[in-house]
């Protein structure tokens, strides 16, 4: 398909703007680019077309199935964006006297209210992105809570699961901090032993997602927090998989201290092919002072927007948050309420065990027994004996019309597919694509070689990722330069 | 209650058979019983559609829509193309994922490359990255960018903006790195007191273009100062302002980032925004974030896909260069569909509109005893003035005439911004109360 560039002509071009009514200011050359933007000249309907098409080639959870696991690929409801479009709350400037935007404080109060009953937390700060932007602020709550005690130099070290995110480890030395890998034990959670060696005087805090990636509840929950917090350290919960336990079980009570939440994954907001995304933070009380100004909670007690806050640990966003997205987040728990909050975490859990005992049949899963909203194949035995990768089945689930698990992740599972089918598929949905598995399973185990060319049917072949690293194209230039 | 569920109860029970549970508790068998909750949440009871609709309308109603805007400060009020809305709430750009899967995510993947392409374009620098959260987080992972074991202080303009500023400050914190503010002189960056602070332990310099205050800075002479220390050069730039000033390639810029929310973003109460980021090709394998790059498939067809991986954090863990995943993927193919209708002339028109307006605008106000100009250097659409009068009294004036007035400052002055959205007409009227409300 071609490029915008190579649909350029001379000349065309569409009417936005009226002509200037007031004289024109001419800047002198010293200030002034030497050419005009060489972008590109279209009508628009080239424009219109353009994106169109586009449109064709790319897959949304709106074209079907999209099981792809620590995503939370659910239902983005319309009323969502329908409460977003609203005039009210895209016209108004983040700068405009508190007066003026009563209603974008109440979003914001109501929001952070609610969440916090939803995670067992007592404050909550909505400035983050994203869920990594989240962890981020989360990780400098830490930080600010032992530099205060004095600590800062010596509480240096996050302790992080081996099946944890990248994000994880990315985010500890983000914030200064060097990470301490444990490895899980043999049942996917963490092996308390080695918990237990690696807290220490210099533990600044543990990182933990529960249920974690391989989509298992850690039972051992409350004393891993007990022995994070016996050696001086802080908890923080990774909400990526919230989804499976709102409304059930809250990070609160399991002992965490703080928590990063993903609007996007469990509060529907639209992932938009990578973003915009919402990384609310919460905390327990002893936490609320450092969290980012201005404050919004009513904790400040100063107003509905605080900005004198001296243990704060910062902006760590322009203005307050990806408001839209925590429109659209608000919109979907007004939605749902105190039943269907909980009511879509059970029917999440649901669907992934019965999609996990369907492909039970001939998958080899990583882990037996009741998962919660999602599940880790491993290829490791079909990789070995017939050369059939994760790879070649998520490809061939591609020309089937169906989005691939996650592949290759959690790491510490060969040869992995993780799937998160989430609540919002119907069991016809579940059923169809477990026939699809299962035939795309048998299909790869007969004839690898033609799995591996897979998929056929897409826009593109298999693309080829080494030379696309070793001679980076990033950008359109012109044929003659 | 609403819900979004497609299992019907008839179904559940087949399901819950299928797993061997009677209940959908006791999937939740495996946490310790005394965690699970005894009550149900403290949260309103669920509701319809339309029930919802309503309360969501009501707030929205509670806040204020300006017809007339004359603040900007970060945040900018431009026209949005018809045909930019449009294309941005199509259902499949709006429920895609980060496009992992290339073979069906060519569509997403190719909008990144063009948008990557047109920020190369107005920023005049070699590479782009597909997006960060917004300008302010762009300019500090910007900073990191620039660090290393040797040279770990940032040199930062006290003329940018304040919010970006406090985002950076929080980033250096947060790394155990210095950031010192190079200060103010007549509204703009003072030069020889960079000079002064600069030794072999900066690694970069930061200032904005236009500043904080619309002030255009002598970037090119601050660019020489930083390299002739050893320390980058990092600009932060108003996208639309790009369209007419020196590019950031054209002064030398090692990374050139911003806020990308003029091209085509609502205000929205402050998000979500864009951060866009391009550097050198010197300095592309510490950019942060997703880099869509261009390479062909097994039969030699032009393909798209996600590169330079080795940098990011699925990869590279505690070894990454950011910790960023999810990105504003949705607002970086905005600003390209506002960038290909716009087309050069419309950037262009737009960007000079904007300051001819302020310049109209400057001038009438600055005219009006007690309310002249701050500084006398050039500027882009934003211009500070004193102001003689109460500044709350004179902004609850605009108020009342549904005009939402610059930006007062700490100390007392206004920063006023205009955009092509102000006609000759708004700008009297408002010279025309500003007049007024001085005799009040």
């Not at chain 1, 669907?351 to 005992?357: E, P, W």
């Not at chain 1, 004839?447 to 080494?466: G, N, T, W, Y």
Request: net charge negative; glycine share 10%.
């Amino acid at each position: 398909m071609k490029l915008l560039f190579e649909k350029s002509a001379v000349g065309r071009g569409s009417t936005i703007l009226p002509e200037c009514d007031v004289p024109e200011y001419i800047f002198s050359s010293e200030l002034s680019r030497q050419k005009a933007v060489p972008l590109p000249e279209l009508s628009e309907n080239d424009v219109s077309r353009h994106y169109s098409e586009l449109e064709r080639r790319a897959y949304g959870v709106n074209n079907g199935f999209y099981p792809l696991g620590s995503c939370t690929m659910k239902y983005n409801p319309k009323i969502n964006e329908k409460t977003a479009a609203l005039s009210g709350f895209t016209d108004v400037h983040p700068l405009q006297p508190e007066s003026t935007v009563r209603g974008a404080l109440e979003v914001l109060s109501t929001a952070e209210k609610l969440l916090c009953e939803i995670t067992g937390m007592d404050a909550m700060t909505l400035q983050p992105a994203a869920g990594a932007h989240g962890e981020f602020t989360g990780m400098l709550l830490i930080k600010k809570y032992h530099e205060l005690r004095g600590e800062g130099k010596k509480r240096t070290k996050v302790i992080v699961p081996d099946s944890a995110h990248g994000t994880n480890p990315a985010t500890a030395v983000m914030g200064g901090m060097t990470v301490v890998s444990i490895p899980s034990g043999e049942d996917g959670c963490v092996d308390l032993e080695m918990l237990r060696a690696a807290v220490g005087e210099d533990t600044a805090g543990l990182m933990l997602t529960n249920p974690n990636t391989l989509g298992i509840f850690d039972k051992n929950i409350l004393e891993i927090t007990k022995i994070v917090h016996e050696a001086g350290g802080l908890a923080y919960y990774d909400g990526a998989n919230l989804n499976a336990i709102m409304g059930v079980v809250r990070p609160g009570d399991m002992g965490f201290d703080c928590v990063h939440l993903n609007l996007h994954k469990t509060f529907s907001t639209p992932h938009g092919g990578g973003g915009p995304g919402g990384g609310a933070v919460g905390c327990k009380a002893f936490l609320s002072p450092y969290l980012p100004e201005p404050q919004i909670s009513p904790f400040s007690g100063q107003g509905p927007v605080n900005e004198d806050c001296p243990q704060s640990v910062g902006k760590v966003k322009a203005f307050y948050g990806n408001f839209l997205v925590i429109v659209r987040a608000l919109t979907y728990i007004l939605t749902l309420g105190r039943e269907g909050i909980p009511d879509a975490a059970k029917h999440a859990v649901l669907s992934a065990n019965y999609l996990k005992k369907r492909l039970s049949e001939k998958y080899t899963m990583a882990f037996g027994g009741t998962c919660m909203h999602e599940f880790v194949m491993t290829l490791e035995r079909e990789s070995k004996e017939r050369g059939v990768s994760a790879m070649d089945i998520a490809k061939s689930l591609l020309d089937r019309g169906i989005h691939p698990p996650t592949m290759y992740f959690p790491l510490i599972v060969h040869e992995a597919l993780m799937a998160e089918p989430t609540e919002t598929e119907s069991k016809e949905t579940l059923d169809e694509a477990a026939d699809l598995f299962l035939a795309v399973y048998d299909e790869a185990m007969a004839d690898p070689e033609k799995a591996h060319l897979r998929p056929l049917s897409a826009a593109i072949r298999r693309p080829d990722e080494v030379e696309a690293a070793r001679n980076p194209r990033l950008r359109w230039k012109p044929a003659e330069l | 209650m609403g819900h979004y569920l497609s299992i019907t109860e008839e179904q559940r029970k087949e399901m819950l058979e299928a797993i061997g549970l009677d209940s959908l508790d006791g999937m939740y068998a495996g946490a310790p019983s005394d965690l699970v909750l005894k009550r149900e949440l403290d949260l309103p009871s669920g509701r319809s559609e339309l029930g919802v609709l309503r309360e969501m309308e009501a707030l929205a109603s509670k806040n204020r829509v300006f017809p007339t805007v004359f603040r900007g400060a970060g945040a900018y009020r431009h026209y949005i193309p018809a045909v930019v809305s449009s294309v941005s709430a199509k259902e499949t750009f709006l429920t895609s994922y980060t496009p992992y899967q290339s073979e069906i995510s060519q569509g997403i993947l190719q909008a990144i490359f063009e948008y990557q392409t047109m920020i190369c374009q107005l920023t005049g620098m070699d590479v782009s990255n597909a997006s960060v959260y917004d300008g302010a987080t762009a300019a500090a992972e910007a900073l990191t960018m620039c660090r290393d074991r040797k040279r770990a202080k940032a040199l930062v303009s006290s003329c940018a903006n304040p919010e970006v500023i406090k985002v950076m400050r929080t980033y250096c914190w947060a790394a155990n790195a210095e950031m010192l503010l190079i200060p103010e002189k007549d509204g703009l960056t003072d030069k020889e007191a960079l000079r002064a602070m600069l030794d072999g332990s900066v690694a970069c310099v930061y200032i904005a273009q236009p500043n904080f205050y619309g002030l255009i800075e002598d970037a090119p002479t601050i660019g020489q100062i930083a390299h002739e220390n050893g320390a980058r050069f990092i600009m932060g730039v108003n996208p639309i302002a790009a369209a007419l000033l020196k590019t950031p390639g054209e002064c030398g810029a090692d990374i050139a980032v911003g806020e990308g929310q003029p091209l085509g973003m609502p205000l929205s109460f402050g998000g979500p925004y864009l951060g866009f980021m391009a550097s050198t090709g010197a300095m592309m394998r510490k950019l942060p974030g997703r880099i869509v790059g261009e390479t062909s498939d097994s039969e030699g067809n032009r393909a798209f896909v996600l590169t330079l991986q080795a940098r990011e954090q699925h990869i590279r863990r505690e070894k990454a260069s950011s910790n960023i995943c999810s990105n504003e993927a949705l607002c970086a193919l905005t600003a390209a569909v506002y960038m290909a209708v716009m087309g050069p002339g419309g950037i262009r028109s737009a960007a000079q509109q904007c300051a001819s307006k302020a310049h109209y605008m400057a001038k009438l106000i600055s005219d009006i005893p007690g309310f002249g100009l701050r500084f006398s250097g050039e500027f882009f659409h934003e211009f500070v003035t004193e102001c003689p009068v109460d500044t709350g009294k004179l902004m609850a004036t605009l108020e009342e005439n549904g005009i939402l007035g610059g930006l007062p400052l700490p100390d007392g002055g206004i920063l006023w911004c205009t955009t092509e959205m102000n006609t000759k007409d708004e700008i009297d009227a408002l010279v025309r109360l500003v007049r007024e409300g001085k005799r009040v």
